[in-house]
């Protein structure tokens, strides 16, 4: 009988939608002019970019002219922050950009590169317990120098939703540009940029079921940048080269998906998410689940099972044909506990134990049974072999 595969793992990637993959399909040959060129095979090209990008800004409330395509999320992160901090400590206004302890590498490995190579100042915000930032230590952490806040929208790992509003009111106070990571958010939850005061925004389309390797950023009109790439006319010089056209193509299809089933889809993964959280709860002792208890993703849920390491649990529930993540996709070679994990403050041994599972378009009710009726007893196995376990139970902590 052939295993049972259940794929856990949407905040890494989505599948991209059939609906998706036929929008693209003509562009690949028989649609296959460059969109610079002026003829109508160019024009054609071009029409079609057009058509995604207003697909893309319709999602988040922007204006069309307000969205340049990228080849992903963390490409998009690195503009943002190399484009607008640069530009700004060439003309003498500062050095200095507000982050957080939870961002993705994308974001917390440019600001070393800034900080090693470019002698920027980096303040790097904790969280609290359940990943929130602090909105006056923000305030406080603002100074003359400070040209950028980068808050994510929300985070990949524990699924905690920040409060951009007022991350936004608070840098409109002090005329400070911010920037959001919204690679978790966009297409999953509702975003409204202009509503939400964010001045240049990330995007992906692989997060909601795009294709992989293109992205967008939002950047709010007027704001000047520095550009990405130099060599063309194409995203207004902004960044150039022959678009990909098949891949913006399927970002807006996917977009404009998202925007029409986003109230059906936050309900449904809600209510998947809940009965996943209190089923595992139920089941298995000595358990948690990391993250805003209310303020979260929809789809996202991570729990650390304290007295065993992630690694174990992810290669049992393979075996049964079930994915899922430590943490995120992009550092889940290391064996180091997750930064976000240790940030909202899980000691290390506890850290260890995480498993991140998220929910998307095609699981199932019953996708939520077999990880429900499995995952106790992967626990309980590893558990056994656990010296942590053992001398908790020996010491009294714990009863067998």
Not at 77 to 98: F, M, Q, V
Not at 237 to 260: L, M
Not at 329 to 338: H, N, R, V, Y
């Amino acid at each position: 009988m052939e295993k049972r595969k259940v794929y856990m793992d949407y905040a890494a990637t989505t599948p991209v939608k059939a609906e998706v993959v036929e929008a693209m399909q003509p562009y690949f040959s028989e649609k296959f002019g460059n969109a610079s060129s002026f003829h109508a095979f160019g024009r054609e090209a071009k029409e079609a970019i057009d058509k995604a990008r207003e697909q893309v800004a319709n999602l988040i409330n922007a204006e069309t002219s307000e969205v340049y395509f990228t080849g992903g999320g963390s490409e998009s992160d690195n503009w943002a922050l190399e484009g607008i901090g640069l530009l700004a400590k060439s003309k003498g206004k500062g050095n200095h950009i507000i982050t957080t302890k939870i961002e993705h590498h994308a974001i917390l490995h440019t600001c070393e590169y800034l900080e090693k190579y470019h002698g920027f100042e980096i303040t790097y915000l904790d969280v609290d317990k359940y990943g929130k930032i602090d909105l006056n230590e923000l305030e406080n952490a603002i100074k003359d120098t400070t040209v950028l806040i980068s808050v994510m929208f929300a985070n990949n790992e524990i699924g905690t939703v920040e409060p951009i509003k007022e991350i936004g009111q608070i840098a409109k106070k002090h005329n400070i540009l911010f920037h959001t990571d919204a690679v978790q958010a966009v297409g999953n939850i509702p975003v409204d940029v202009k509503e939400l005061g964010i001045d240049l925004m990330s995007m992906s389309s692989h997060k909601i079921y795009g294709p992989k390797g293109q992205g967008a950023m939002f950047i709010r009109k007027g704001i000047k940048i520095l550009n990405l790439i130099h060599g063309g006319a194409q995203e207004k010089t902004k960044r150039a080269g022959t678009e990909n056209v098949a891949g913006i193509v399927g970002f807006g299809k996917a977009a404009e998906i998202a925007n029409k089933n986003m109230e059906e889809h936050v309900e449904r993964l809600s209510r998947l998410s809940k009965k996943l959280i209190d089923g595992v709860l139920e089941r298995i002792p000595h358990t948690r689940v990391n993250g805003h208890p209310t303020d979260r993703l929809p789809g996202t849920t991570n729990f650390a099972f304290e007295y065993i390491e992630g690694e174990g649990i992810l290669l049992l529930l393979d075996m049964l044909g079930i994915a899922g993540s430590s943490g995120s996709a992009c550092t889940s070679g290391s064996l180091d506990p997750s930064h976000v994990l240790l940030a909202i403050g899980l000691p290390h041994e506890i850290a260890h134990g995480s498993l991140r599972l998220t929910i998307g378009e095609f699981t199932t009710d019953e996708d939520i049974d077999y990880i429900l009726e499995n995952l106790p007893s992967v626990i309980e196995r590893l558990r056994s072999m656990s010296p942590l376990y053992s001398d908790a139970i020996k010491s009294g902590k714990i009863q067998a």
